[in-house]
């Protein structure tokens, strides 16, 4: 079940929740440069609050500005081979928003270290504890890979099972399910895979690029995956 987020981000943002041993190394938000180009800007979140939004490392440096529709978050960081971009967008309704993660791409040195999906952990909680302030109602992006590229590519594309993992969902695409053994082809969405260990282990070897989203309603199923992975993966932010 999801926490009590009214409690949860009063005492996140006072630093009071215990910190792994990776989050103590690689994420001290005190060392953040922030930099907001929007109009209003002393409107806009603050400089803590976009730290932990875009789940910055530390010693990154970051610039908010607006391109077009959206307002992009560009974070600068020495261990990443490249930016990393999140995009905030309007809904539809003018009542709420969502995330879209763009990129993400550590250097080779800083892969398998847990960094990377204390980054996305970090904006999960934050994005929800923002609600009243910043209505998200959910965050995307693109989970790339397959089975072959998890294992045997140089750079390996592993976004289509680690973020399902975490409870990033979407339908199960239609020509993976007929891929699936007989008990598992009337799930519908990874959710329904990701609750299940055999279901995992299937997904990771039938299941293909995908669009997903994590659903920040606290009711939602995104949540009870993800309360299931930070056990496992002994994250405490």
């Known amino acids: 079940m999801p926490p009590e987020w009214s409690v949860a981000a009063r005492i996140f943002f006072r630093g009071e929740m215990p910190l792994d041993a990776i989050c ?30 875009t ?3 530390k010693d990154s440096d970051i610039v908010v500005s607006r391109v077009g529709d959206v307002i992009q978050f560009r974070i600068r960081n020495p261990i990443f081979a490249e930016d990393m971009f999140r995009y905030l967008t309007a809904d539809a309704d003018g009542l709420s928003y969502y995330l879209t993660n763009v990129v993400m791409v550590l250097k080779d040195e800083f892969t398998n270290m847990g960094i990377g999906p204390r980054c996305v952990v970090k904006e999960i909680y934050c994005a929800r504890s923002l609600h009243e302030e910043l209505p998200i109602r959910c965050i995307k992006l693109n989970g790339v890979g397959d089975y ?16 399902p993992c975490m409870g990033f969902d ?4 239609d020509a993976v399910r007929t891929r699936l053994p007989e008990k598992y082809r009337e799930k519908r969405r990874l959710s329904d895979l ?3 260990e055999g279901g995992r282990k299937e997904w990771l070897r039938h299941g293909e690029s995908v669009k997903l989203a994590f659903d920040l309603d606290p009711g939602s199923v995104s949540w009870e995956v993800l309360s299931h992975y930070v056990r496992e993966k002994g994250i405490e932010l």
């Open 148 to 163: 072959a590229s998890f294992h045997w590519a140089k750079d390996p594309l592993r976004g289509y099972y680690v973020w």
């Open 170 to 173: 979407a339908e199960i695409p």
């Open 24 to 53: 103590r190394e690689w994420f001290k938000t005190d060392t953040v440069k922030v930099k907001v180009e929007l109009d209003n800007a002393d409107e806009f979140l603050s400089a803590e609050e976009i730290a932990e939004l």
């Open 194 to 196: 990701m609750l299940d």
């Open 55 to 57: 789940g910055a490392p």
